[in-house]
């Protein structure tokens, strides 16, 4: 398995240079299936958009399929006529139909060009709108804009901020055994390749600006950490020291990474600056120390090591220090991934030998397994901690699984004819 010993609001114009940096056309879409649903999901209905009837057909499909997807909602049938955001829905008939909530909207060209998206939230129960508002997208960015919407319905009916626009990351490796660095919605919509090559690529990591993926690549035949701007296509080597060079990780604030080097002999954990520059070790233990990851303050590292004669989870300073061991139920624990919150440790436990997602809850030590899968690895945090991402296998393919924090609700995400590994689920869009 990857992990362990592998080492592994308004105008969208200006997001353009975000999603057509691209050096290749994409190839295949990923296939979404969901299972399970929260504990209670709120009824909601998604009207037909009025306007430019193919760009109307899209947002609404889009707002429809995010919301769906959470399974936080329920989605109720919308009777088929179209209705804008200026509409007044009738209270009483959405009420009787079962609704809580509708979201009516529009999309039509605007002055310079572009389409406008449009859309207001409605409280059934109250006889009121929620919000509402407006979005400016190129046609190849409506899907964008129906993103934004999925995001400010889902934040004013729950509570937190959506995920619906951001990306994801993740490699395909092909029938060809050629390998591919793709980026996708998280939808898994609008899927484009970063990167080919006829050697392994692993261990993409996002820039907390999500303006760079740092990864490994095996390109010069031996293990080497690149970081790949999004907007020009241009990449650095960060590392390459003697020996391996892996698991790269960002800091929070973005000025450094924390990577796994062997040129002092064994797998030892350093920082190094963003550049590449000023390495420093930061483990000191004589033993396998590898996949970092940075608290969600930037004080200290979470790791594996088997210092203790098993893999198992460690933290310490971010600038060293003594380690302190956070897993103990089972023999072997790895990939740790700390919430956003800094609340939940998300890893890779043993168990009946296989290789599953758990959660652990930092504040009271208790441990939850999530999947009930064989071959687990590469746990990714939504960065609105809602979602955990993973590469998984079904039918001795690699697919990836998003599971909820709490195990209810399941979204596969496959390629037909292709393994699907290493996920890195990308920052809040700025």
Known sequence: MAGFFLNRFRNLGAL????GFLAFPARAELVIEITGAG???LP???ADFAGETESARLVASVVRGDLERTGMFNMLAAPGVAMDESSTPNYADWKYRGADAVVA?????????RQEARFRLYDINRGLPLV???YLASKPLLRLAGHRISDAIYEKLLGEPGVFSTRIAFVVKNASKSYELHIADADGQNEQTALRSKEPIISPAWSPDGAKLAYVSFENKKPVVYVHSLATGKRAVVANFKGSNSAPAWAPDGSRLAVVLSRDGGSQIFTISADGSNARRVSTANSINTEPFFSPDGRFLYFTSDRGGSPQIYRAGAS???????????NYNVSPRVSPDGKKLAFITRREGAFR??????ENGQTQILTDSYKDESPSFAPNGRMILIATETRGRGV??????????KQRLSISAADVREPAWGPFQR
């Open 16 to 19: 353009a240079c975000c999603v």
């Open 39 to 41: 504990a209670s999901r």
């Open 44 to 46: 909601i209905a998604v």
């Open 105 to 113: 909207g529009s999309v039509a060209p605007s002055a310079d060009g």
């Open 132 to 134: 509402g508002s407006a």
């Open 320 to 330: 060293g220090g003594d380690a302190r061991r956070v897993t103990f139920e089972g």
């Open 357 to 362: 997602l758990a959660v652990l809850d930092l």
């Open 400 to 409: 990836l699984s998003a599971v909820s924090i709490d195990g209810r609700v």
